[in-house]
């Protein structure tokens, strides 16, 4: 999609099954917002707020998810293959608050 949306107040959408692959979404609010079985290969999610974000069943396969917020987001099912973590949301993961999935192919 390419879509530009750097800095977009999406709080509380409700994107299910959107395609976000390769979107722009650095700086968003994603706060609560529902991204169940959305496509986002490849987006940047960089210092995106995430919180409370529902991505159940997500791709996030290679999405730039450095400096974003991740607390209390469902992971569950989520295919996090390559996707860009910075060590603040590797911490956060492995605290295991708001992570409750494992990445594709394990």
Do not use: W
Request: with cysteine; net charge neutral; charged share 10%.
């Amino acid at each position: 999609s390419s879509a530009n949306l750097a800095s977009a107040n999406l709080t509380r959408a409700n994107l299910t099954s959107a395609n976000l692959s390769s979107a722009n979404l650095t700086k968003a609010c994603l706060e609560n917002a529902n991204l169940t079985s959305a496509n986002l290969t490849e987006a940047n999610l960089t210092s995106a707020n995430l919180r409370g974000a529902d991505m159940t069943r997500a791709n996030l396969m290679g999405v730039d998810l450095r400096s974003a917020t991740l607390i209390d987001v469902t992971f569950m099912l989520t295919n996090l293959e390559g996707a860009h973590l910075g060590y603040s949301a590797l911490k956060f993961c492995v605290a295991g608050r708001g992570y409750t999935g494992t990445p594709a192919g394990q």
